[in-house]
């Protein structure tokens, strides 16, 4: 049995989430790669939003029904569905769809990269670095 409640708060944190921490990302790609006039914020927010409640429905229908290796062929399914959404709303072919996609990891992971050191270097431990500054403790 599940509770209606708590898996719509759940999709409703979810998307909000990604909404925030990855359509500035995918807009940033898709920008670069597909031009300004094609990747607008907005359809970088749709794709995020239209991705994010595909996916979370899908994890939700098939979490008990399947195990194994058909959990990777949900996943693969699920990069298709993505890439698709970025080919539609950037208006661009499968790969530069996936060149957007990968590109956009990339850049989200420089960039919380340099937070994480710069909360680092200031003294704000965040786990993922020793605390402290590392170039004066030779």
């Known amino acids: 049995m599940f509770d209606i409640e708590t898996i719509l708060i759940q ?19 898709g920008r670069l790669l597909a031009g300004k006039q094609n990747a607008k914020f907005t359809d970088a927010l749709w794709i995020v939003l239209i991705g994010s409640v595909v996916f979370y429905a899908i994890n939700f229908v098939l979490s008990d029904v399947i195990s194994g290796f058909a959990v990777i062929i949900s996943y693969i399914i699920m ?13 661009c072919g499968w790969l530069k769809a996936l060149a957007i996609s990968i590109i956009a990891v990339i850049i ?9 050191l710069i909360l680092t270097l200031i ?14 403790n030779f």
Do not use: E, M
């Open 79 to 91: 990069l298709i569905i993505w890439l698709a959404l970025v080919k539609h709303f950037f208006d």
């Open 11 to 29: 999709l409703i944190l979810t998307v909000i989430v990604n909404l925030i921490f990855v359509a500035p990302f995918l807009w940033i790609a």
């Open 108 to 116: 989200a992971a420089i960039i919380l990269f340099l937070i994480i």
């Open 123 to 136: 003294g704000i431990g965040t786990g993922w670095l020793p605390i402290g500054n590392p170039f004066t």
